[in-house]
Every structure is written in C-alpha cells, then in structure tokens.
C-alpha cells in the first residue's frame, strides 16, 4: 500500500530566504500552481525557483526517512530542507500520483533526490545517504489549509478521494 490509512503530515517547515534554515510552522495555505505561502518557492526566491519544469511547488520527506538518518548523523528534518513532514507513506511511488494533503490536492511530479547544494547547507555525506530516499517534488492542484495531522489519500482519476 503506497498510503496506510494512518499517514499524515508531522510537520511544516517554510522560508522566504534560499540559504536560511526552514522553520516549522503550525499551519500553511497552500495556493494553487503556485506553492506553500511564505515559502521561497511561492515567493520565486528559491535556489532552483527559476528552472524549467514542474515540481517547484512543495517538497515532501518521511519522517521514518529522517528517522533513520539520525541514527548515524546528527541532522533535523528542518536542515532537510523539504516542506512537509510526513509518515506511514512511501513517498516514490507518488511520482505521478494525485493525492491529498488535508484539503488540499497535489501530484507527485519527480522524487527530490539530494543535491551538493543540499550537502554544502548542512553536513557532508547527507546526499549519499539521501540516495533514493530524498523524498518527492509535488504540485498543488487544488489549494487550501495544511496542518499537522492532516491525513494523506490517494485520489482517483475522477477526482474522489480513495
């Protein structure tokens, strides 16, 4: 199963600035071809902002991922550098994918594989260990509030929520 029934979002993290660390917030609007309010991607601030191509709305990791990095580095899912938080979802397998985050909907666009960028921000050897597992690139389809403990779905082509 690509969503447990239990998956949800975790945790929030936006900033306006390209190089300062995401901080976590408590809710965000999501808008429309556009990306999470505040953030340095909806503001056309971001360091790959300007590049062709979908997938520079919002960014996604699970926490289990992170998880696993902190047992042999020290690192935070803010240093990351994703949006959102989540758990009990295999992010890859979303790639192409529209889901919903509370109320709003996205699609998978591309996995978010690390970067030397991402490297160069925070400790060396986190792309490596990032391979495969860096987590997912999204467009938001249909806008709205993201909180934690929003649930994930996967919604059919009709629109519906499964």
Known sequence: MI????????????????????????????????????DRYFLRRGTWSHWPGGGRQVTLIEAEVVEALQQTMVITAAQLRRNILTRGVKLNDLVGVD??????????????????????????????????????RADILCGGMIRPGDKLKLIEATGRSV
């Open 3 to 38: 969503i447990s029934d239990s998956a949800c979002v975790t945790g929030i993290y936006i900033t306006p600035v390209a190089t300062d660390l995401p901080t976590a917030v408590a809710e965000v609007t999501a808008v429309r071809e556009t990306g999470l309010e505040g």
């Open 99 to 136: 889901f919903g985050v509370g109320e709003v909907v996205m699609r998978g666009v591309r996995r978010c594989e690390p970067c030397a960028h991402l490297e160069k921000l925070t400790v060396s050897g986190i792309a490596l260990a990032l391979n495969d597992r860096g987590g997912l």
